[in-house]
């Protein structure tokens, strides 16, 4: 008996609404994955491939939780963590865009102590500085990456950041 299995890897989502899951294959992968203790001993291809269906399959259940969270009414419980869950995903979409933000953050923004630099105004003044756009939520991630000292001030952060080099920026 033969079979045939297709790796989903869609990083544009453009097949979310139209593939339905094989959910018990991929419980099977995840608790397999989970549960090593050690290098499985797989050669580099087959491990590329569990992480291509693992990545593509947490897009599409993200997708099918955004399609669900719509049809809620505005007030329902289970809407706002729908809404989290989504922004997520939309986060590990700009992967790449956030480790950069965190490199260049690191070669132009020493850590201070003090906690003033808003999150939404320096993401601006990056943006300014590189030419490229970012979300407030790629910002936060790259600065928490960082590590700089940071409190919320919904629905901002406030980070400590050099003002000086901050200034520099304007």
């Not at 079979?3 to 609404?17: K, M, N, Q, Y």
């Not at 608790?31 to 599409?60: E, M």
Request: proline share 6%; net charge neutral.
């Amino acid at each position: 008996m033969s079979s045939t299995h297709f790796v989903l890897h869609d990083p544009e989502g453009r097949l979310d609404a139209n593939l339905p899951l094989d959910r018990e294959l991929h419980k099977a992968l995840v608790k397999a994955a989970l549960g090593w203790t050690a290098a499985p001993g797989l050669p580099p291809a087959d491990l590329q491939q569990i992480a291509l269906l693992l990545c593509g399959t947490a897009r599409a259940v993200a997708a099918d939780v955004r399609r669900v969270a719509d049809l809620l009414p505005g007030d329902h419980a289970a809407r706002r963590p729908a809404e989290i869950a989504a922004a997520r995903e939309r986060l590990r979409q700009e992967e790449n865009l956030v480790l950069e933000t965190a490199q260049w953050l690191c070669d132009n923004v020493m850590p201070i102590k003090t906690r003033s630099a808003s999150s939404y105004a320096v993401k601006h003044l990056i943006e300014d500085a590189t030419g490229i756009y970012m979300t407030n939520g790629v910002f936060i991630a790259a600065a928490l990456i960082v590590g700089y000292p940071f409190r919320y001030d919904e629905p901002n952060v406030l980070f400590g950041m050099s003002r000086r080099d901050l200034s520099r920026l304007r």
